[in-house]
């Protein structure tokens, strides 16, 4: 986490702008006017305006979550480009995008919100509710077997600032946590897998898998018939990465044969998830509405001002993404 930075002085860098800095929000999915506020608090001596109600064509900086395409490229004044989560696979699906800086934003909090929805994701499969609320809807009474949570392997695919929370947690709950990445890791009490050819062996003692991977060329579409057929039969999936790494069809088709047991969805490639979906319904699926975790508006703030400011200064920004690797 960044330091706290005051608000802009006399002296401050954005001050010393040649001009007043305009800020632009820009989403096709949220109402970003929840981080106008907050923004405006941090940045005084800044101009924050919400495309598409406000002309944004002088933006210095962008705020972003779902930015439209192209409208980047029309600005010519940019200097930096922020979103407003720890994703920023939206913005660099951008095909127009300037080549600027790209940052993220990184909160212990909402790492801490994350590990919750997953323990209580493992709890719903380790404890078996998924199997008692079955019963429940049939009225019957059949209690299940219990098991240790040291019984109970959970796969972590994506080992980064979420990853490292989520693992913390659970490990402290007792469960046997092992967690794959791209690049190795050394990781205490924790079973490490990297790379294509360690995954295979990571998937086939996962009894859980929580998929909290960056969305990359790479990811894209990763949670699929040959991903799960690796998984031990009765496994049980928790998808809170990017609703794009998921095969939708491939995981009806796992569930429906009863290789896998069921499945917690938080993310989705199209959001709201349609109506017609059948994932609504489907028996051994639980979705929730993109509610894992979300960073607190005035933590986004405090972590975009404190890099507009750095930029102006010519200092290094906090929270860079390597736009080759994707995050």
């Known amino acids: 986490m960044t330091t706290k930075t005051p608000p802009a002085t006399a002296s401050s860098p954005l001050s010393k702008a040649p001009s007043r800095p305009v800020v632009a929000l820009l989403s096709t999915h949220l109402d970003m006017d929840f981080m106008r506020g907050p923004l405006q608090k941090k940045l005084p001596e800044a101009e924050i305006r919400k495309w598409p109600d406000e002309d944004v064509s002088d933006a210095d900086f962008a705020v972003c979550w779902?930015?439209?395409?192209?409208?980047?490229?029309?600005?010519?004044?940019?200097?930096?480009?922020?979103s407003i989560a720890a994703g920023v696979d939206n913005i660099l699906a951008d095909p127009e995008l300037p080549d600027l800086p790209v940052c993220r934003v990184v909160d212990e909090n909402?790492?801490?919100?994350?590990?919750?929805?997953?323990?209580?994701?493992?709890?719903?499969?380790?404890?078996?509710f998924d199997s008692v609320l079955r019963r429940q809807a049939e009225g019957v009474w059949a209690p299940p077997r219990q098991r240790a949570a040291g019984e109970v392997t959970v796969g972590i695919m994506g080992w980064g600032n979420l990853g490292r929370s989520v693992g913390g947690a659970l490990r402290a709950f007792g469960y046997n946590v092992r967690g794959w990445a791209r690049t190795p890791r050394e990781v205490p009490d924790i079973e490490f897998f990297a790379g294509v050819s360690e995954r295979e062996a990571f998937l086939r003692g996962t009894d859980i898998l929580i998929c909290l991977l960056p969305l990359t060329d790479e990811t894209n579409g990763i949670l699929n018939a040959g991903l799960f057929a690796s998984l031990p039969e009765g496994a049980a999936l928790v998808n809170i990465g990017r609703g794009e790494q998921l095969n939708e069809a491939d995981l009806l088709a796992a569930l429906d044969a009863g290789h896998l047991r069921g499945a917690v969805l938080d993310v989705f490639a199209q959001e709201p998830l349609p109506p017609e979906s059948p994932l609504w319904a489907h028996p051994r699926v639980v979705v929730t509405p993109h509610i894992a975790s979300t960073a607190d508006p005035r933590t986004i703030a405090d972590q975009i001002s404190t890099n507009i400011r750095r930029i102006l200064a010519g200092e290094a920004l906090v929270n860079e993404v390597d736009r080759r690797r994707g995050y």
């Open 110 to 128: 909402h790492a801490r919100g994350m590990a919750e929805y997953v323990l209580w994701s493992v709890l719903y499969f380790h404890r078996r």
């Open 66 to 82: 779902r930015p439209p395409h192209g409208v980047m490229a029309g600005m010519p004044r940019l200097r930096l480009l922020h």
